[in-house]
C-alpha cells in the first residue's frame, strides 16, 4: 500500500510509531521550580551523537518533564531494563504536577553528580544531561508542530558494575533493555551480533 501522510491511511492503527521502531525508551527524570522530582517515560527518544555525547526526547507539548528542564536547566535519561518494566508503566500514568513519581512506582532515588535533579537507583545505567536547547519545529504548512525537541548534552554516566564485560564492554544483553514499538507494544532483545563495516 501507500498513502500521503498528511491523508487518511485507511488502517484501524497508525502504523508509523511501528514502522519507526523498535526504539529506547526515554525515562526521564527532572526537578520541578520547588524542588520535587518527577520521572516519565517518553516513546521518541534517542542518541543524536556521540562526540559530545548528546540525547535528544520529544514531548507532546509542554509537559512537566519539559516544563521542568525549561526552567532548571538540566535531566537525566534511566535505563529501562525488562525487570523495571512495570515500574516505568507506572510513571507513564498522567498525574497533578508536584506529584512524585518515584514515589509512585516504589523505585529509589540516587543522587545525581552533575546535576540536581535524582536518577533511579539500581538503573543499569543513567545519562546526567544539560539542557542544549528546546525547538518547536515549524511544519510543511508553516504552523508549529504540537511537539517540542528536547537535546542535552551528556555530563555524567552512571553504569551498574555487572554491566560491565570483562572487555570493557557495556553489556546489552545482561542490561536487557525493553524498546518501544508501535500501538502499546513493547519488545526485548533475544540476539546481539556484530557486523564490522566494510572498508
Known amino acids: ?13 497508525n ?5 519507526v521502531a523498535p526504539r529506547p525508551i526515554g525515562w526521564i527524570s527532572s ?8 520521572l516519565a517515560p517518553y516513546s521518541f527518544f534517542n542518541g543524536v551523537c556521540d562526540t559530545p555525547p548528546i ?13 521542568n528542564i525549561s526552567q532548571t536547566g538540566e535531566f537525566t535519561f534511566n535505563y529501562v531494563s525488562r525487570s523495571m518494566k512495570n ?13 512524585n513519581e518515584f514515589d509512585e512506582a516504589g523505585l ?18 543513567a545519562l546526567e544531561c544539560k539542557l542544549l536547547e528546546i525547538v ?13 525537541l528536547i537535546l542535552g548534552q551528556v555530563t555524567g554516566v552512571h553504569i551498574d558494575d555487572a554491566m560491565i564485560t570483562p572487555e570493557g564492554r557495556f553489556d546489552t544483553m545482561k542490561a536487557d533493555p525493553i524498546l518501544r514499538s508501535g500501538y502499546h507494544d513493547y519488545v526485548c532483545l533475544d540476539e546481539l551480533f556484530e557486523l564490522v563495516r566494510p572498508q
Request: net charge negative; charged share 15%.
Open 1 to 13: 500500500m501507500f498513502y500521503k501522510a498528511d491523508e487518511p491511511h485507511g488502517l484501524p492503527y
Open 15 to 19: 502504523p508509523f510509531k511501528a514502522i
Open 31 to 38: 526537578l520541578d521550580s520547588e524542588g520535587v522530582p518527577n
Open 55 to 67: 540525547l535528544m526526547f520529544s514531548s507532546g507539548g509542554m509537559k512537566d518533564s519539559a516544563q
Open 87 to 99: 515500574e516505568m508503566n507506572i510513571s507513564s500514568a498522567t498525574l497533578p504536577p508536584g506529584v
Open 108 to 125: 529509589e532515588m540516587a543522587p545525581g553528580e552533575t546535576v540536581a535533579c535524582p536518577r533511579v537507583g539500581g538503573a543499569a545505567a
Open 136 to 148: 518547536n519545529p515549524t511544519v510543511l504548512d508553516g504552523t508549529k508542530a504540537p511537539y517540542f
